[in-house]
């Protein structure tokens, strides 16, 4: 098993803002397949990492829920971190049929050898090998569960064993360094935007396990600087009135009280980045710009949302929506 180390977080995540002496938990770096890969290009965003690494360090018996709109960079920020920090994941997306067992595990026809006839064995599950070797189990969309399935994860949550009845009611205690992360649209109180598809209200007791983050998106400063690193050979310019456009445009979709607004569909960082990386792959082509945001976003928009994204985009870019 590879060593638990300290990580100064100004070191691992070249923040030279933080003190040298504020620390946290990882594990030396290994090859182990379930450490994430890093993405060079990502650009942390300060109060996730204290957020996140302060619960990695220290849980008090917590799980962690991140919230926040789509494509703001919730799954992306742990398993960037976790790449950080050497902490293999174990990933998962919930939703309305994941039930308990799939996270545990189940028997299968395995061969030892090619060719030799296949035996009866007991695959181990991401909740059950993570929780064996240390890990972070990370359930994506977790608002899409079942409750009454999700309760089943309560007392692995607090802190207890697991016991697999299937496997001859074997036992796994947590290892020190297992960690619950899951990640959400919601906040586990159901949807009352309607805007997210089959998100469950869940129990009220299940969510009582969790302490809560919020991840909105990030400030235009920090976009610009994903922009910057995604695509460097586009104009300054034109990357700031991208920024500008996608702020709007969530304008818009918020409306006043943030939950009234004209539209739809939203552009998260996720379809930023799309619309930057586009523009550049068809540069030359007329009107590129708009040519990009139709495939990145105006497609799946009604021909209304579309006409009032396209009329933004125009207000922004003045003369060179071209
Ligand atoms: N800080 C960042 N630096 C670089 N890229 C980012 C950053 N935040 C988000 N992105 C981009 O946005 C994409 C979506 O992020 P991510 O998958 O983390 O969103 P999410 O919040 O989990 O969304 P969903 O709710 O839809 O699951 C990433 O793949 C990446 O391209
Ligand atoms: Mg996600």
Same mark, same amino acid.
């Given at each position: 098993? $590879?060593?638990?180390? #300290?990580?100064?977080?100004? =070191?691992?995540?070249?923040?030279?803002?933080?003190?040298? #002496?504020? +620390?946290?938990?990882?594990?030396?770096?290994?090859?182990?397949?379930?450490?994430?890969? =890093?993405?060079?290009?990502?650009?942390? &965003?300060?109060?996730?990492? !204290?957020?996140? $690494?302060?619960?990695?360090?220290?849980?008090?018996?917590?799980?962690?829920?991140?919230?926040?709109?789509?494509?703001?960079?919730?799954?992306?920020?742990?398993?960037?971190?976790?790449?950080?920090?050497?902490? %293999?994941?174990?990933?998962?997306?919930?939703?309305?049929?994941?039930?308990?067992?799939?996270?545990?595990?189940?028997?299968? @026809?395995?061969? %030892?050898?090619?060719?030799?006839? %296949?035996?009866? #064995?007991?695959?181990?599950?991401?909740?059950?090998?993570?929780? #064996?070797?240390?890990?972070?189990?990370?359930?994506?969309?977790?608002?899409?569960?079942?409750?009454?399935?999700?309760?089943?994860?309560?007392?692995?949550?607090?802190?207890?064993?697991?016991?697999? *009845?299937?496997?001859? /009611?074997?036992?796994?205690?947590?290892?020190?360094?297992?960690?619950?992360?899951? +990640?959400?649209?919601?906040?586990?109180?159901?949807?009352?935007?309607?805007?997210?598809?089959?998100?469950?209200?869940?129990?009220?007791?299940?969510?009582? &396990?969790?302490?809560?983050?919020?991840?909105?998106?990030?400030?235009?400063?920090?976009?610009?600087?994903?922009?910057? &690193?995604?695509?460097?050979?586009?104009?300054?310019?034109? &990357?700031?009135?991208?920024?500008? $456009?996608?702020?709007?445009?969530?304008? @818009?979709?918020?409306?006043?009280?943030?939950?009234?607004?004209?539209? /739809?569909?939203?552009?998260?960082? !996720?379809?930023?980045?799309?619309?930057?990386?586009?523009?550049?792959?068809?540069?030359?082509?007329?009107?590129?710009?708009?040519?990009?945001?139709?495939?990145?976003?105006?497609?799946? *928009?009604?021909?209304?949302? *579309?006409?009032?994204? @396209?009329?933004?985009?125009?207000?922004?870019?003045?003369?060179?929506?071209?």
């Amino acid at each position: 098993m $590879t060593e638990i180390v #300290k990580y100064s977080i100004r =070191k691992a995540f070249e923040m030279n803002s933080v003190p040298e #002496k504020v +620390t946290t938990l990882g594990y030396a770096p290994s090859s182990d397949p379930f450490i994430p890969s =890093k993405d060079k290009n990502y650009v942390f &965003r300060k109060e996730l990492i !204290r957020e996140v $690494t302060a619960f990695l360090k220290s849980p008090f018996g917590d799980a962690l829920y991140v919230t926040g709109p789509t494509g703001s960079g919730k799954t992306s920020g742990i398993t960037e971190i976790a790449a950080r920090l050497s902490w %293999p994941v174990q990933q998962i997306t919930a939703n309305g049929r994941m039930e308990l067992a799939d996270l545990v595990g189940h028997h299968a @026809l395995i061969s %030892p050898k090619p060719g030799e006839a %296949p035996i009866m #064995k007991f695959m181990y599950g991401p909740l059950a090998t993570a929780m #064996k070797y240390g890990q972070i189990l990370l359930i994506n969309e977790i608002d899409l569960a079942d409750p009454a399935e999700l309760s089943g994860l309560n007392d692995v949550l607090e802190g207890r064993p697991l016991v697999i *009845s299937q496997n001859g /009611g074997e036992i796994i205690k947590p290892h020190p360094m297992f960690r619950v992360v899951v +990640t959400g649209n919601s906040t586990g109180s159901g949807d009352p935007t309607g805007r997210y598809q089959g998100v469950m209200m869940q129990n009220i007791a299940a969510m009582d &396990r969790y302490r809560f983050i919020k991840v909105g998106y990030a400030e235009a400063a920090t976009e610009m600087d994903i922009l910057g &690193r995604v695509a460097p050979t586009l104009n300054e310019s034109i &990357r700031e009135g991208m920024v500008k $456009t996608a702020n709007e445009i969530r304008r @818009l979709f918020m409306g006043e009280s943030g939950d009234d607004g004209e539209i /739809g569909v939203t552009m998260s960082t !996720r379809t930023l980045v799309r619309w930057a990386k586009l523009s550049l792959q068809f540069r030359g082509a007329p009107n590129t710009l708009k040519y990009a945001l139709e495939q990145a976003l105006l497609t799946r *928009s009604s021909k209304e949302e *579309s006409e009032a994204i @396209l009329r933004i985009s125009k207000d922004v870019f003045g003369e060179q929506w071209r």
